[in-house]
Nanobody
């Protein structure tokens, strides 16, 4: 069955780093755009980053630019989100999601994504 599984979340202090993984099964991740989303308590889900399937486009929401890096390892059918210089406001459940297309500069929108993982908790606190 089609599945995405996030891992790598945890508790870190402000300024610390985490790498999240999104492993796909039941489909070939290489042919999908992969987005990372996050949702904090009382907040709306927001798109964090996206990496395209074919056109090479990568996008980040403004609040994480310069701190987060998205990447693919097609041999492992996995997408990563390297998170550096973490801030308390980065605390959220992080989800990966896939859709059959590319990423677009207009934004990273939940409704465009077909497959979703269950999420992994990231907590940034001293």
């Amino acid at each position: 069955q089609v599945q995405l599984v996030e891992s790598g979340g945890g508790l870190v202090q402000p300024g610390g780093s985490l790498t999240l993984s999104c492993a796909a099964s039941g489909f070939t991740l290489e042919y999908y755009a992969i987005g990372w989303f996050r949702q904090a308590p009382g907040k709306e889900r927001e798109g964090v980053s996206c990496i395209s399937s074919t056109d090479g486009s990568i996008y980040y929401t403004d609040s994480v630019k310069g701190r987060f890096t998205i990447s693919r390892d097609n041999a492992k059918n996995t997408v990563y989100l390297q998170m550096n210089s973490l801030k308390p406001e980065d605390t959220a459940i992080y989800y990966c999601a896939a859709h059959g297309g590319n990423c677009y500069s207009r934004g990273i929108y939940s409704y465009e994504y077909t497959y979703w993982g269950q999420g992994t908790q990231v907590t940034v606190s001293s």
